[in-house]
């Protein structure tokens, strides 16, 4: 199965997704998960989606929104037997964790999930990178976009295959070759 979560990212200013087309991929992406953040168990692991556009745009709004509520309470709900997995991945779109949003991440999410969470994937930098923070490896992965050329960080086209076994977990970078639209 292949699981999504909510983020907006467009290719150019010129190509834009049209606002019609938006709505219809909400509705699809609602029809769908019933939400924008869910869960869902595995082989006694925990997958943890959550919407990063919604959360972050409020939290560094320093709005005390229902939706911050609701998807915090959530969050901490869904780690609240966190024990009992043998991992637990977070995945959403954004990589606040590196980008100019970390302070409202280590500040809002990452206290709650620091020694309980294993991974947290996000991609919409537009390069590759990893770091472990408090027990927690924090992923963003992404191909070049010529709208954020990072230089001193790695950009090719690439997957992740991440291979699960018990609670020893591996990584694989596959490589990919461009290929035209």
């Known amino acids: ?9 467009r290719l150019t200013i010129t190509s834009s997704i049209p606002e019609d087309r938006e709505v219809i991929m909400g509705r699809c992406f609602m029809d769908r998960y019933k939400n924008r953040y869910y869960s869902f168990e595995y082989k006694n692991n925990l997958f943890i989606g959550l919407d990063s556009e919604e959360l972050l745009e409020h939290i560094e709004q320093k709005k005390n929104s229902l939706t911050v509520t ?69 992923v963003t992965t992404g191909s070049p976009c010529f709208l954020k050329r990072i230089l001193q960080k790695p950009s090719f086209f690439h997957f992740l295959i991440t291979d699960v076994d018990k609670d020893r977990v591996t990584i694989k970078i596959v490589p990919i070759k461009p290929f035209p639209i």
């Open 70 to 138: 609701k998807q915090l309470d959530f969050l901490d709900k869904a780690l609240a037997n966190a024990p009992k997995y043998d991992n637990i991945f977070i995945f959403l779109h954004n990589s606040p964790w590196f980008q100019d949003k970390a302070n409202e991440w280590f500040k809002s999410v990452h206290p709650l999930i620091k020694e309980k969470v294993k991974f947290v994937f996000g991609s919409s930098a537009h390069y590759l990178d990893a770091k472990k923070i408090d027990g927690v490896t924090y």
């Open 1 to 9: 199965p292949v699981y999504n979560v909510p983020g907006i990212c």
